[in-house]
């Protein structure tokens, strides 16, 4: 270890990829990197490896960094996050304590890109049929069509916009709601703007694209989950909470809903002994949305630059209070 040594801890490298991603090399040799390839719940677990750290890097929101955890890392004077902002790291509480946050880009056409392959898995039973293909079976499912179909958006925001245009080439009728929706924005989109309680009730396909706040926290529930066709999918690509999870865990067990595509979930890693896991109406995904090879080469060669802008006492891409 060199004596004046700058030690960065990268958090959550579940795919084991931080070293061969980022061209470390390009920063003074005196930066040590130490990848973490396991998520560390335990706040005490998580302060011992993290201790010395100078930079901590966070891979999108998989861990939260509070204002308790950055008390117990007097030595951390830099945090990079990937992606502009982080839900779940006090920038504020950071900046009292001296440290810097900053940021990388990022891309939204691979959210929209899953949210496709949870609806269309569901829609023809893909992974249902995969089990029985290798299983010797042929032929247990039969599909749902999706042109002329309804698909509803829960919001229309930048990668409900993606979701919505893909939607249309599908041949799919699509509507949308959110409390700030513009409809006559949303028309010139081919989107037809209705109130929540259609679009619940009336949908074939709907999929949730808004920002976790109080507001949007628990959105979705057991009214909401009543109100739809006992046919129709429900997929979030967006956050866990959104959606209540114990309500729809009930609805999924008495088949009220047809079925539901989830990457994301309440509690990350989502436990072994969750329900939704041995639920056989839903598609599940481990949070991949963003899990590509070309943004996670842009988070990582960004990560690099943050880091050495850093060093040279000249940061980039601060990410403000907000």
Not at 275 to 282: E, I, K, M, V
Request: net charge negative.
């Amino acid at each position: 270890m060199h004596r004046d040594a700058i030690h960065v801890a990268v958090l959550d490298d579940y795919q084991g990829v931080a070293a061969q991603l980022g061209d470390w090399a390009m920063l003074p040799a005196r930066v040590e990197l130490d990848a973490i390839d396991v998520h560390l719940a335990d706040r005490t677990e998580l302060a011992a490896r993290l201790a010395g750290a100078e930079v901590v890097v966070a891979m999108r929101e998989r861990t939260t960094i509070d204002d308790a955890l950055l008390g117990l890392l007097p030595d951390l004077r830099l945090i990079v996050t990937t992606g502009p902002s982080n839900a779940v790291i006090d920038v504020a509480a950071a900046n009292d304590r001296g440290i810097t946050v900053c940021g990388t880009g990022g891309s939204l056409a691979p959210t929209s890109e899953l949210t496709w392959a949870l609806i269309l898995a569901l829609a023809r039973h893909v992974p249902a049929e995969d089990r029985n293909i290798r299983g010797g079976g042929w032929q247990h499912t039969v599909g749902m069509d999706l042109a002329g179909r309804m698909l509803g958006l829960v919001g229309l925001g930048r990668i409900g916009k993606l979701v919505a245009r893909a939607g249309v080439a599908f041949g799919m009728e699509v509507q949308a709601w959110s409390r700030n929706l513009d409809p006559e924005a949303a028309r010139r989109r081919g989107v037809t703007p209705v109130e929540r309680d259609v679009l619940f009730a009336t949908s074939d396909v709907i999929s949730i694209h808004m920002v976790l706040s109080e507001r949007s926290r628990g959105l979705v529930g057991t009214r909401e989950l009543d109100l739809m066709k006992p046919t129709a999918l429900l997929v979030n690509t967006s956050r866990g909470p959104i959606i209540d999870e114990t309500a729809l865990v009930d609805a999924l067990t008495r088949g009220t809903i047809g079925g539901a595509g989830l990457d994301v979930f309440d509690r990350e890693p989502l436990p072994p002994e969750h329900p939704l896991r041995a639920l056989p109406n839903t598609v599940l995904t481990p949070h991949i949305g963003y899990v590509t090879d070309g943004l996670y080469e842009l988070f990582y060669r960004e990560i690099v630059e943050d880091i050495g802008a850093w060093l040279a006492g000249e940061p980039i891409r601060v990410v403000e209070v907000a």
